[in-house]
């Protein structure tokens, strides 16, 4: 089985772009593949976070992840920081990482932006810290965004730099795992930039904790155009495009067997086929995610437990790391 490994940063308020583009393909792949999802709060902390905020949303992730439908029997869910070895690790390999590869890194431009002198250095160091997250589970397939992409390659570039460094195979080299339906969901009142949890206008964006007046709402108010029917044209109608991408991928069917079934159908009757069908579908995962938020302590079961059994992976890896490094063990 190919271990994949996948992480999701616990910022609260996910959403159907979060549900359609990964944690829906997550849920297929644990029954095919050895899974790791990790709620990745080491991450987080690269820009400044409220406490209580961190651990509600790590607490508000997983609840979505499970009632999105991941098994933590099946797989593991674990946030990251309770697991040592991948501070570890990352302090290792940032040993092996040159400054120039970083430079490179077209994320931390975009985040730092011309206030990259007062940047810190854990935005800056963050791939590194991602490589780790990667490698310390050996794992061979990594889904990835388009946007995420770089950063494997350089996950690849700095296990083949320890590879040759002591000229040993250990790190195999991960292969990105790209779906092409619907991983980009865009936003409900432009559909030229992505859903976001950032966006300032809640109407933007479908969040899994919506129950079924919002979905119908959000849905209705969703910006279209003026041109009569539907059809599947990104470039020239990007809004009517959107909402045809989203009712594809929640019925499970290609967008223009889609554009054929609505054909002749106008906007308004649509879009209340679209919620019937966002409520069908999501209706049950916000319900669950009420359910387990309401019992924390089994949600911090679950990471605890999966915690365990990820340390019990990462810390065998370690360990040889050390060994051929020459590190003496306590």
């Known amino acids: 089985m190919k271990r994949v490994f996948s992480g999701v940063q616990p910022t609260g308020n996910l959403h159907l772009g979060n549900y359609l583009g990964a944690i829906k393909n997550w849920v297929a792949m644990q029954r095919e593949h050895d899974c790791l999802y990790c709620i990745v709060d080491l991450h987080a902390i690269t820009v400044a976070q409220a406490p209580d905020e961190l651990t509600d949303n790590t607490r508000e992730v997983t609840a979505g992840l499970i009632a999105a439908g991941l098994d933590p029997k099946t797989c593991i869910i674990f946030n990251q920081s309770r697991v040592a070895a991948h501070a570890e690790l990352a302090w290792i390999l940032n040993c092996f990482t040159p400054l120039g590869w970083l430079n490179r890194m077209t994320q931390f431009k975009e985040k730092a932006g011309k206030q990259r002198d007062k ?3 854990g935005l800056y160091a963050y791939p590194v810290l991602m490589a780790a997250d990667i490698l ?7 889904p990835v965004g388009e946007d995420q992409k770089q950063h494997l390659e350089l996950s690849r570039d700095i296990a083949g730099a320890f590879n040759r460094a002591y000229d040993v195979e250990f790190f195999p080299l991960p292969e990105p795992m790209i779906f092409g339906a619907a991983t980009r969901v865009m936003s409900l ?3 030229r930039r992505k859903m976001s949890k950032s966006d300032g206008s809640d109407y933007a964006r479908i969040n899994l904790t919506d129950d079924a007046d919002t979905l119908a709402l959000k849905i209705k108010r969703a910006k279209t155009d003026s041109e009569p029917g539907l059809s599947y044209d990104p470039e020239r109608r990007p809004e009517a495009a959107n909402l045809l991408s989203i009712y594809a991928a929640l019925a499970g069917e290609p967008v223009e067997r889609v554009v054929a ?18 409520i069908e579908t999501l209706g ?6 009420r359910e387990l938020l309401a019992d924390p302590a089994y949600i911090d079961g679950v990471l605890a437990d ?3 059994r990820a340390r019990r992976i990462g810390d065998a890896n370690l360990a040889e790391v050390r060994r051929i490094m020459g590190l003496l063990d306590a």
């Open 119 to 121: 940047a810190l250095l």
């Open 136 to 142: 310390l589970y050996h794992a061979t397939g990594v």
């Open 189 to 191: 009142r432009d559909g």
């Open 261 to 278: 079934e609505h054909a002749g159908v106008g906007f308004a009757a649509f879009k209340g086929r679209l919620a019937d069908l966002a």
């Open 284 to 289: 049950p995962i916000a319900q669950r995610m």
């Open 306 to 308: 999966g915690a365990e």
